[in-house]
Structure formats: structure tokens, C-alpha cells
């Protein structure tokens, strides 16, 4: 009998909710990392749910970004009463911002769109913007997505593997992933060896070469960089996430810390921050918000996210034993509690939801 029944590799938002949604299931679940939980992707994230902007044309992925965030009420709900850990929910709302006249028309013609399909949005006239969110600079409208919104993206990691511990999960950080032996014997490169059932691999960017090391097939996610600015000192502060597509977002944290994000290169797996990210980070701060001049830099992130070449997640089996988790790229955290469900029915039940296609890991050739 295995020592486990599931092994996860990787402690981010995806092995996090993979690891909460087996334990809560009653299996027994090991979350194997080489670095610490949340130290990748996950600790340089903004931590926000916009469905209707990160997917705004119905489809498949449009519908799974929209389920997912219907589930992260009862989900932080669930984890505050499990362990206590408040993962700073809010879904005050967000606001999609036309920063000319040029992009007025198809931004209110999408939210129109959106509405008849049963989106809660409203278009909003420069006005009616100024008076809702004081803190923004000048637009030229914004569509209002009532019930989107954030969450603390480091906190909910943590939140979930508290919860999946409290279930008998265990944690181990520091070590890395080498190899795996018939009869689910996971190699570690300090010496030991895990038993489990099952193995997935939830190892962001780097899970092409955790696949592979583990004898799973290719998986194409490539690394994109992502850098993120953290500013004390907004005044007056945002009330609701301000995302202006490709110019970048601002969201105001509980402990006054205001997130302006984000970069998109593709510069393989450097992580280092750069001059030029941060001065565009800071021209769209300057754009966003009224009282950006005057704050005062606190922090800077980067997070290397996973990116399947069609953009979409890789979800569910791709080998005997073996399944991924992976290619979340923007939305690791909006889709985290979909992950959570959709993961468990697939390793404990070996289930995939009907018309799943979209999102089979073995869907995209190298």
C-alpha cells in the first residue's frame, strides 16, 4: 500500500488547491516543492477574478473562468472556518476602464454583449466613473463587472494547504522532484523516496521538466515574465480593481499596499526585474491613479507564468498515475477553486467533465 494516495508537485495556487481538493475528499495527499509554497508565480500575483476581461469572448474558457469565481465565496468561506485563514476576498467589483475615445465603442459593445448573455455589467459615462471611483485619472467610461474582484494570492496558498494539512496533508519544501520509480515511487534529490497512487504535476513553468523526469509526456507551458510594482501611500485610494487591458490594472490591498501590474515577456526563465518593466509599471500607475505621484515604492515582483501555446489550462491524466495542473498563465488564482474540484474528481474518481476538450493536457502537440 502506497504511503500516499496522492503526491502533488508544486506548492503555487494550482498544487495548493489540487492538494486541498484530494484531502478534503479524505485522500491522503503529499505537496513536494523545491523552493517554498508560493514562491513562484503565485507570490507575484495580483490575485485578481476578471473573468469577463481575462475571457471575454464566450466559449469554454469564458465559462470556466466564470464558474470558478461563482465557487470562491463558499471556497474562502470554507477555509476561514477550516483553519481560520482569511484568504481577503472582495468582490466589490471592477472596473474596465476606456482610457480614449477610441476605445470606448467595443469596450461597450463587448459589455453589452456580455450583459445579454447574463453578465452583470453596466456601462458607466466618465462621470458616473469619476464619482465611483475617485481615486482613478481621467477615462473615458468604464464597464462595472458587479462580483469580480481579488483576493491575497500568497494568503490563499496558504489558506489551502493549511486547510489540506488540517485533513492530513503533509508539506515538503526545499526538495526537488528526480525521478519515478514503478509502483508510484517518487525520487527526491535528498535521498528520499514517497510512495504514492497518483502523482500531479503542478509545477508552473518548470512542469515540462517535471513531466519528463517523472517518465510523463511533453508538456508545452512556457514561462512568461511578469513583473508587478507595490506603492504605499494612494491617496484617495481604490474602492474596486481598475483594469485597463493591455496599459495594466491597480488593486488596493487590506494593509494599504496598492499592486500595479503587469508586465508580459517572454525571456525564458530569468526572473530578474527590469528598469524598463518598472517604468512602464510606473507610467501606468501615474495613468491609473490620481494619487500615484505621491506614494512610495515598497516592492517589486516577478513571477514566471505558465503559458500552454493556446493560452488555456492543462487539465487532467496524461499518463498511468500521472496527471497535470499546469498553463494556468494570468489566472492560476481566478481559476483555483474550479482546479481544486475539477483535479480531485479526475485523480480520485477518474472523471473528466463532459466537453472537457478544451482543457486536456494532451490536447497540443510540442
Known amino acids: 500500500m502506497p504511503g500516499w494516495d496522492v503526491a502533488v508537485v508544486g506548492a503555487g495556487i494550482a498544487g495548493a488547491a489540487v492538494a486541498w481538493g484530494c484531502a478534503r475528499r479524505g485522500a491522503r495527499v503529499v505537496v513536494v516543492d523545491r523552493g517554498s509554497p508560493a514562491c513562484g508565480a503565485s507570490g507575484a500575483a495580483a490575485g485578481m477574478l476578471a473573468p469577463c476581461s481575462e475571457a471575454p469572448e464566450p466559449g469554454p474558457f469564458a465559462d470556466l473562468c466564470r464558474w470558478s469565481l461563482g465557487l470562491w465565496p463558499a471556497l474562502a468561506a470554507e477555509l476561514l472556518e477550516e483553519g481560520g485563514a482569511d484568504c481577503e476576498l472582495d468582490t466589490g467589483g471592477l472596473l474596465r476602464v476606456a482610457l480614449g475615445e477610441a476605445e470606448v465603442a467595443p469596450l461597450r459593445s463587448r459589455a453589452e454583449a456580455q450583459s445579454a448573455a447574463g453578465v452583470a455589467v453596466e456601462w458607466l459615462e466618465p462621470a458616473a466613473v469619476a464619482a465611483d471611483e475617485p481615486g482613478l485619472g481621467d477615462v473615458a ?178 499518463g498511468d498515475g500521472l496527471f497535470a495542473a499546469t498553463g494556468h498563465h494570468r489566472n492560476g488564482v481566478l481559476l483555483a477553486p474550479a482546479t481544486a474540484g475539477v483535479m480531485a474528481t479526475a485523480v480520485l474518481d477518474g472523471l473528466a467533465p463532459a466537453g472537457w476538450e478544451a482543457f486536456d493536457p494532451l490536447r497540443v502537440p510540442r
Open 141 to 318: 467610461g468604464a464597464a462595472l463587472y458587479a462580483g469580480e474582484g481579488h483576493v491575497h494570492s500568497v494568503r490563499a496558498v496558504n489558506a489551502l494547504l493549511s486547510a489540506a494539512r488540517r485533513r492530513g496533508a503533509e508539506v515538503v519544501s526545499g526538495v526537488e522532484v528526480t525521478g519515478l520509480d514503478g509502483g508510484g515511487a517518487l525520487r527526491l534529490d535528498d535521498g528520499r523516496v514517497l510512495t504514492a497512487g497518483d502523482v500531479v504535476v503542478c509545477a508552473g513553468a518548470w512542469s515540462d521538466a517535471v513531466a519528463s523526469c517523472l517518465g510523463g509526456p511533453p508538456l508545452p507551458v512556457e514561462p512568461v515574465r511578469g513583473q508587478i510594482l507595490g506603492v504605499r501611500g494612494v491617496r484617495p485610494g481604490l474602492r474596486r480593481v481598475v483594469y485597463a487591458g493591455a496599459e495594466g490594472y491597480a488593486v488596493a490591498k487590506r494593509d494599504g499596499l496598492t499592486l500595479v501590474g503587469a508586465t508580459e515577456e517572454r525571456a525564458g526563465f530569468d526572473a530578474r526585474p527590469t528598469e524598463a518593466a518598472d517604468r512602464g509599471l510606473r507610467e501606468t500607475g501615474t495613468r491609473l491613479l490620481r494619487g500615484f505621484a505621491g506614494a512610495t515604492v515598497a516592492h517589486t515582483w516577478v513571477g514566471l507564468r505558465p503559458r500552454a501555446p493556446d493560452g488555456l489550462p492543462l487539465l487532467g491524466r496524461i
